[in-house]
């Protein structure tokens, strides 16, 4: 990870992150995570969200600048056992639901 990596890491766990989750949930999430497709291994970031996947798999609630608002912290594909909530917010943003 680079350094410019680490400085927006440490930024998003100050910033956008409101409420955590349990350890547990968030090892079990990064794992889901860790192999996926859509991963940037180097920069540990998901490259549909474009978050922080240490920062995003231990977050419950979190705040989505491109969004303007505060979200229930989920995978964007559904991955993590949330398809409804992902399509819920997919519903809100005009966008086509995932399917399972």
């Known amino acids: 990870m680079s350094f410019i990596d680490e400085i927006g890491k440490l930024l998003a766990s100050s910033v956008?992150?409101?409420?955590?989750?349990?350890p547990e949930v968030a090892a079990w999430r990064l794992e889901v995570c860790q192999g996926c497709e859509k991963i940037d291994?180097?920069?540990?970031r998901c490259k549909v969200c474009k978050c922080y996947l240490e920062v995003k798999t231990g977050s419950?609630?979190?705040?989505?600048?491109?969004?303007?608002r505060q979200e229930i912290t989920h995978c964007p594909l559904g991955?993590?056992?949330?398809?409804?909530?992902?399509?819920?917010?997919?519903?809100?943003?005009?966008?086509?639901?995932?399917?399972s």
């Open 16 to 22: 956008l992150v409101e409420e955590n989750v349990e």
């Open 41 to 44: 291994k180097k920069a540990q």
């Open 60 to 68: 419950r609630i979190n705040n989505n600048p491109k969004r303007f």
């Open 79 to 99: 991955k993590w056992g949330d398809l409804e909530v992902a399509n819920e917010y997919r519903k809100i943003d005009g966008l086509s639901p995932l399917l």
